[in-house]
């Protein structure tokens, strides 16, 4: 019974040890423009995420691209002294959540006011090897 829960706890250490997690909260840009750039980059390998992301025209894809990076250095100080390129390291999951939202009032004519919703988001980004 020992021996199984130890070699059960072994392998439980070793899929930690195979993927790294980074988030961003509070970002100023709507969860719907963030989506859409993180759609682009689910389940792909993370150097070509990063080349997606650097040409990206969309102002999300910087904060992302950030993201990412911080996701691999996660992943290097866990696992020190392996290689990213032998690793084959993937996109695993990205999530896009609602943040808080900022309330403002805009004037509107004939002495109404509108209502503006300044949007913000969550992002969770997991990296993970591939054959994990």
């Not at 950030?66 to 999530?95: F, M, P, R, T, Y």
Request: hydrophobic content about 40%; proline content about 3%.
């Amino acid at each position: 019974m020992g021996a199984r829960k130890r070699q059960a706890a072994e392998a439980l250490k070793a899929a930690k040890n195979a993927i790294a997690i980074a988030k961003l909260n509070d970002c100023p840009t709507s969860p719907r423009k963030m989506r859409l750039v993180a759609d682009q980059i689910r389940g792909i390998e993370v150097e070509k995420a990063l080349a997606i992301l650097k040409y990206s025209p969309k102002e999300a894809s910087l904060r992302l691209e950030k993201l990412l990076l911080s996701a691999i250095a996660n992943w290097q100080a866990k696992n020190e002294g392996a290689n990213i390129e032998e690793a084959g390291l993937v996109v695993k999951e990205i999530s896009v959540d609602s943040g808080r939202m900022l309330k403002r009032i805009q004037a509107a004519p004939q002495g109404r006011a509108h209502r503006i919703r300044k949007r913000s988001n969550h992002v969770t980004l997991i990296v993970s090897s591939k054959e994990s």
